[in-house]
């Protein structure tokens, strides 16, 4: 006799459902980065300026600067610069930076760990504040603490990241000398622009953590849980707080995205040597494969913390199915 028919198992029927998703998710995340590309690819060139002209110099002749544009390629047309570009991209290969003088992904590779670092520390501090802060604000509801989280919110969402952090400069950098206000090296580099990078985002969270749980404690099944004898404790961690990150979950995907991309001005501020000089850098020179990349690069990241919070979200909540 032979096993059991895969078509009949639940198992089976669910990993379909699952590839199936995951599929389509995939399927849109390529339309995105395809509208993202052309969407960068004809802004950086409404944008101005020669650089064919720039690259060979104020003095060159215009058969010089012709002779540099062919070198560039941007003598063909826009849209076989978009293929030309797409097809490298495809193939790993994001083209030359002409004003670094060397290939973009060989660039991009010594900046890209850096932004990345920059974000995931202020990611991961904003989110264990957030959900903590949130929590105990939601429980104590009325109280101080509650007070404290909504004060904390109203201002962090209100602040301006560039304003935030020359306080964090003045304060702790100028006239206190705790921190180094530039540069990265030691540990201490990188806990006044992470501060700013992840402050909004805990603002923002905090608030949805503690009305989340608010919204939670009202529920039926946590008060049945406290007339069974079940400890305030337990209750609290068992049944009001996985339902109340729900929401977190949802948004970590969009707001780390967004962390990321608000981690370029950031970078500027204290000097950080990630992609935020080297954005700013390459719109000045208009250096269209390296700004190009970068834009596209950044998406990607977004859509991809997009899509794993979707299948943490089916994690975090069993009754959640990928249909």
């Known amino acids: 006799m032979g096993g059991p028919v895969c078509e009949n ?175 990265m090296g030691s540990l201490k580099h990188i806990i006044m622009p992470g501060l700013c990078v992840g402050f909004g985002y805990a603002a923002s969270q905090t608030r949805l953590m503690r009305s989340s749980i608010v919204d939670v404690m009202r529920e039926d099944y946590v008060t049945a849980a406290r007339a069974r004898g079940i400890s305030k404790g337990v209750t609290y961690m068992k049944y009001a707080f996985r339902n109340a990150l729900l929401p977190i979950v949802t948004s970590i995907g969009v707001q780390f995205g967004t962390l990321f991309a608000g981690a370029v001005v950031v970078e500027n501020i204290f000097n950080w040597p990630g992609m935020g000089a080297l954005l700013t850098q390459s719109i000045g020179a208009r250096d269209y494969q390296l700004v190009q990349s970068i834009l596209l690069i950044s998406s990607v990241t977004l859509v991809c913390s997009n899509f794993l919070a979707d299948l943490l979200y089916t994690v975090v909540d069993p009754r959640i199915s990928f249909r």
């Open 9 to 183: 198992s639940l198992i089976c029927r669910l990993e379909k459902v699952m590839k199936k998703y995951i599929f389509k998710r995939l399927l849109a995340s390529i339309v995105v980065l395809i509208g993202v590309s052309i969407i960068a690819f004809v802004l950086v060139r409404l944008g101005g300026g020669d650089p064919a002209r720039m690259m060979a110099g104020d003095t060159a002749t215009e058969a010089e600067v012709e002779e540099m544009r062919i070198r560039m390629g941007l003598d063909k047309s826009w849209p076989e610069q978009y293929v030309t570009y797409i097809k490298g991209v495809l193939k790993g290969d994001l083209g030359y930076s002409w004003n670094y003088s060397m290939e973009v992904t060989t660039l991009l590779a010594t900046r890209l760990p850096q932004t990345l670092i920059l974000s995931l520390f202020g990611f991961c501090w904003a989110c264990l504040f957030s959900v903590i802060f949130g929590m105990v604000a939601g429980i104590k509801q009325g109280t101080i603490v509650d007070f404290g989280a909504m004060m904390f919110a109203v201002i962090g969402q209100s602040m301006s990241t560039v304003w935030l952090g020359f306080l964090l400069i003045l304060v702790f950098g100028v006239k206190l000398g705790w921190l180094p206000i530039q540069g």
